[in-house]
């Protein structure tokens, strides 16, 4: 049983659809990572979350230490956005467990 | 700019032998990890580093070996007992012993033929 479940697995979204990713846990965590992975293979980290919602720029990611839960919004979506995002938790202080990501396409 | 250097990016290799792949960061991070991503899963942990000199297996360190003699690097050796090794290899590096700065390398793809 993965810790971390992501959904959905794959969306398609027109190019100015607000897009939301859901990342459910099951353990208690120190944080939550919203990551993004481009095609290439490299990944950057868009938020660190421990409680409330962040923003930057046309994202905003936001978590629920109650229920487990954290969402990652994109308004106004744009095929640059085109790419896997991936939730990952931190237990412990300094382990994290990945959920197996969303894979983005926004289309023109 | 500070950041992580992996390389080669793509790396093909024959069945049976070793291979090691670079891992280099200019960041001052104390931690330093190895994961692999398949098709259809979450990054696994291999191997990870919170000081120089020691290190800790992860969820799936079988098959796989690390060093870390300098702070700024930790190769990954993929040796022959390692069963499925064609995978995508990402190096990320921490500050401190608690997650603030995490950082990713770009990734190095490696094909077994």
């Known amino acids: 049983k993965n810790e971390v479940e992501q959904s959905p697995q794959n969306l398609t979204a027109q190019e100015g659809e607000f897009i939301t990713i859901n990342c459910s846990y099951s353990?208690?965590?120190?944080?939550l990572h919203w990551l993004q992975q481009h095609p290439g293979g490299g990944i950057v980290s868009l938020f660190m979350?421990?409680?409330g919602k962040k923003k930057h720029g046309r994202l905003i990611a936001t978590i629920n230490i109650q229920e487990k839960h954290s969402s990652l919004h994109i308004t106004a979506s744009h095929p640059r956005d085109s790419a896997v995002y991936i939730c990952?938790?931190?237990?412990?202080?300094?382990?994290?467990?990945f959920g197996t990501g969303t894979s983005l396409t926004v289309i023109p | 700019d500070g950041g992580i250097t992996q390389s080669p990016k793509y790396l093909f290799r024959k069945e049976g032998q070793n291979v090691t792949l670079s891992c280099e960061q200019n960041?001052?991070?104390?931690?330093m990890y190895w994961y692999r991503q398949d098709p259809g899963q979450g990054l696994r942990l291999i191997y990870y580093?919170?000081?120089?000199?020691?290190?800790q297996k992860g969820d799936i360190a079988e098959g796989y070996s690390v060093s870390r003699e300098k702070k700024e690097s930790f190769p990954l050796t993929v040796t022959s007992a390692q069963k499925n090794p064609t995978a995508f290899y990402l190096c990320?590096?921490?500050?401190?012993?608690?997650?603030?700065?995490?950082?990713f390398g770009s990734g190095t793809r490696l094909t077994v033929v």
């Open positions: 580093s919170q000081i120089v000199n020691d290190f």
């Open positions: 990320a590096s921490s500050r401190g012993s608690r997650v603030v700065a995490y950082t």
């Open positions: 990952a938790v931190i237990i412990g202080g300094n382990q994290f467990y």
């Open positions: 960041l001052n991070h104390d931690a």
């Open positions: 979350l421990s409680s």
């Open positions: 353990v208690g965590i120190s944080a």
